[in-house]
C-alpha cells in the first residue's frame, strides 16, 4: 500500500495491526483518483471508518485542501497519525476518534466537505446506514460527490431522498458508488451564502 502520486508519491502506508480493516487496494484507489481527476486541487475530504486513512492521504497528496479522518479503532487512528507523519501531510489534516454516525450527526450543518468517502467493514449493512444517514444530513457541498466503497454482493437498491447514484465503478470484489446532491434548494443556499 503506497502514495501513488503527488508531493507524498512513493510513500509507503503502514497497514493497521489486526484483521479489522479492509484497506483500498492501489489499482482500486489509482482508479478512483483517476476518475475524480485534478479536481481533487483545493477541496475538502472527509475519509469515514478511515482504516490507514490511505484515500485521504492520496487526496491531501494531490492537492486537496483539507481532510478529516473518522475511525473508531485506537489502533487505526495510531496508524493514521503515523502515515500523515511519514508523508509530512499532517499540516492539512484533522484525525478524529469517534463513531461515524456519531460524527454525522454532530458536524452536520457545522462543516460541509466536496467528497466523502465511506469504506465501513464489510457484511454488516454499514455502507446502506451511513449513505442514509449522510442523505439526511448537509455535509456534502451542493457540488460534492459521496463515494462507497462495498463488495458488489453488498449491494442493493436505497431510498434516498437528497442524494442520487450517478455512477459505479466494479474493480473484482470491489464497488464504487458515486452519489451527489439531487436537489435545487441545496444550491440556491450555497450560492447566497
Avoid at 484483521?19 to 475530504?45: A, C, H, M, Q, Y
Avoid at 450527526?105 to 451511513?130: C, H, K, M, N
Wanted: with cysteine; charged share 25%.
Amino acid at each position: 500500500m503506497r502514495v501513488i502520486t503527488g508531493s507524498a508519491k512513493g510513500h509507503t502506508l503502514r497497514a493497521v495491526p489486526g484483521e479489522g480493516t479492509r484497506p483500498i487496494l492501489d489499482r482500486v484507489k489509482e482508479s478512483l483518483f483517476n476518475i475524480l481527476g485534478p479536481e481533487v486541487r483545493g477541496k475538502t475530504f472527509l475519509d469515514l471508518y478511515a482504516g490507514t486513512g490511505s484515500v485521504g492521504i492520496e487526496a491531501l497528496s494531490r492537492g486537496a485542501a483539507h481532510c478529516v479522518f473518522v475511525d473508531l479503532a485506537r489502533k487505526a487512528i495510531q496508524t493514521i497519525h503515523r502515515n500523515l507523519e511519514a508523508t509530512g501531510l499532517t499540516e492539512r489534516a484533522e484525525v478524529i476518534k469517534d463513531d461515524a454516525f456519531h460524527f454525522i450527526r454532530s458536524a452536520s450543518g457545522e462543516r460541509r466537505f466536496d467528497y466523502i468517502y465511506v469504506a465501513p467493514p464489510q457484511y454488516r449493512g454499514l455502507w446502506s446506514e451511513t449513505l442514509l444517514a449522510l442523505d439526511d444530513c448537509s455535509l456534502l457541498t451542493s457540488r460534492g460527490t459521496a463515494i462507497v466503497q462495498l463488495d458488489p454482493k453488498e449491494a442493493e437498491p436505497l431510498a434516498l431522498n437528497n442524494l442520487y447514484l450517478f455512477d459505479k465503478r466494479e474493480y473484482g470484489n470491489t464497488l464504487l458508488l458515486f452519489f451527489a446532491p439531487d436537489t435545487e434548494d441545496q444550491v440556491l443556499e450555497e450560492e447566497t451564502r
